[in-house]
């Protein structure tokens, strides 16, 4: 019925990204459940720590494993399934976010379906805790959300230019960082296009003196924005192209469609004009040229975002919400708190899945980080905050051979009205329930509140016996 948060973020001695994400984490501080009531303080705390800022999540692996364990401990004193009690409170259509803004089907997604498929995978109704052969196996589930907090004014642009065999050339300011934007913007082309993939020529360089804007390569919003232009830019190019061809064809635009290669007479497919001999301008046997290159404009920019009221805290911080469900099974040894992770899932509303196989993987890759941040990441200060491990040799992340045996990823669809058809951001979204996700797993584990990360034996076996 209420929460009451306060968020002290530690970011060193500098600032730099970590007022944002101070900012992002107070905005979305109730994780995807309604609660009616909500007050909300968020602090960026100056420390002679180390600097810190952001990585992917941006404040929401943090504030989601913290309303998480909070799910957990409330689900265990009123005897209630941990499952059940995040069904029973999960937000959903018409609800609000702790910001005011109306929630809607195109803008939420379904948490519902995210947890159920979830706790499918996870085999969650054979029991969160067995006791077998002297070892245990314990299951821990989360439920997150976060939205893409980007400038009001963020915008992206495209350019198509066609080249005389007929293919087509991707210009824009998207940056690849191996996930995989290249090839989704090529698909987003080539649909709109009705040409094979192999027809797209995505341009890898980025030089702002002659590329189109882009807002950055943050917030989720590559596919999102830049999916948005390419389709803009797509859209164009095929008006251009229908126009050369109603010359050629002597028809009217509108009886033309694009498709195959080919502009041609939707009620008589069996007449039309392929692309390349449209794409440099039509060429008349007589040696009459008509229109010139095609090239393909497109642009987009954020719709209805609004900047935070300084007084209320209410307004528009974002397109969508992204939400999703995680689910850890450990087995633990109870004799020294040593423990191996056997399965980790992901079930994600991202929308309209692109390409489901390098969101796969690229759930994958998240769902790595968020274990390994939980499992044993983490600096080590002495009592006058020198870091003791600088060097990777000493700052311990989750090691190949310990990570799950199987990563399980699954996705539920339910489109968003501004993506490009349908799509949804989904770049940092593995990592963030999987904190939380360890952390109840080894809960019910060792039957213990373990609320402090990263969750390595000695800790484990200190907070079971109670030792400082």
Same mark, same amino acid.
């Given at each position: ?33 309604? $609660? ?36 957990? =401990? ?7 399934? &941990? ?9 959903? &259509?018409?609800?609000? *976010?702790?910001? =005011? ?55 992206? /642009? ?6 005389? %065999?007929?293919? $087509? ?27 094979? +993939? %192999? ?6 360089? $980025? ?52 498709? /195959? ?7 008589? &497919? ?24 095609? $090239? ?20 528009? &911080? ?12 450990? =087995? ?9 992770? +056997? ?6 509303? /991202? ?10 993987? =690229? ?14 990441? *983490? ?36 489109? *968003? ?20 996700? +360890?952390?109840?797993?080894? *809960? ?10 990263? +969750? ?13």
């Amino acid at each position: 019925m209420a929460g009451q948060y306060t968020f002290l973020i530690d970011s060193g001695a500098y600032t730099d990204q970590a007022a944002g994400i101070t900012r992002a984490a107070a905005l979305d501080c109730s994780g995807p459940y309604e $609660v009616p009531n909500v007050l909300c303080d968020s602090y960026c705390m100056y420390t002679n720590h180390t600097y810190a800022t952001s990585f992917r999540g941006y404040a929401h692996p943090e504030l989601t494993f913290a309303v998480e364990r909070t799910m957990d =401990q409330l689900a265990e004193k009123l005897n209630v399934d &941990p499952v059940e009690l995040r069904l029973l409170n999960s937000i959903k &259509p018409g609800d609000t *976010s702790p910001t =005011q803004t109306l929630l809607t089907a195109n803008n939420i997604g379904d948490p519902d379906k995210c947890m159920n498929r979830a706790k499918e995978l996870i085999n969650w109704e054979e029991g969160q805790r067995l006791e077998t052969g002297g070892k245990i196996k314990a299951k821990g589930i989360s439920l997150f959300w976060k939205t893409s907090t980007t400038a009001t004014n963020a915008q992206a /642009g495209a350019l198509l230019t066609f080249e005389a %065999d007929g293919r $087509v050339n991707l210009n824009c300011a998207a940056i690849e960082l191996g996930q995989g934007s290249k090839t989704i913007l090529a698909q987003i082309a080539a649909e709109e296009l009705g040409l094979e +993939l %192999d027809k797209i020529h995505v341009t890898m360089e $980025v030089n702002t003196q002659y590329d189109p804007h882009q807002w950055r390569t943050v917030a989720s919003s590559t596919t999102f924005l830049a999916g948005r232009a390419v389709q803009a830019a797509a859209k164009d190019a095929k008006t251009k192209l229908k126009r050369t061809a109603s010359i050629v064809l002597k028809c009217s635009e509108v009886d033309l469609e694009v498709g /195959g290669g080919r502009v041609y007479l939707k009620p008589s &497919p069996e007449y039309g004009v392929e692309i390349k001999d449209l794409a440099l301008g039509y060429k008349f046997p007589n040696g009459n040229a008509v229109e010139g290159q095609i $090239v393909g404009h497109g642009k987009y920019i954020q719709r209805h975002l609004t900047p935070m009221d300084k007084n209320t805290g209410f307004g528009k &911080p974002g397109p969508w919400w992204s939400v999703g469900a995680q689910a850890v099974e450990i =087995q633990l040894n109870p004799v020294d708190y040593s423990y191996q992770i +056997l399965k980790a899932v992901t079930v994600l509303d /991202g929308g309209t899945i692109i390409n489901p196989a390098t969101d796969i993987q =690229q759930m994958r890759g998240e769902m790595y980080l968020g274990l390994s941040f939980a499992s044993s990441e *983490s600096f080590i200060f002495d009592d006058n905050g020198v870091v003791l491990n600088p060097q990777l040799r000493t700052y311990q992340m989750l090691r190949f051979g310990e990570v799950p045996k199987e990563y399980l990823v699954d996705f539920i669809e339910t489109p *968003s009205a501004d993506g490009p058809f349908g799509a949804r951001g989904i770049g940092e979204y593995g990592v963030i329930g999987m904190l939380a996700a +360890l952390a109840n797993s080894l *809960s019910a584990a060792v039957q213990t509140n373990l609320n402090t990360l990263p +969750l390595i034996p000695e800790f484990i076996w200190k907070q079971k016996e109670g030792r400082n």
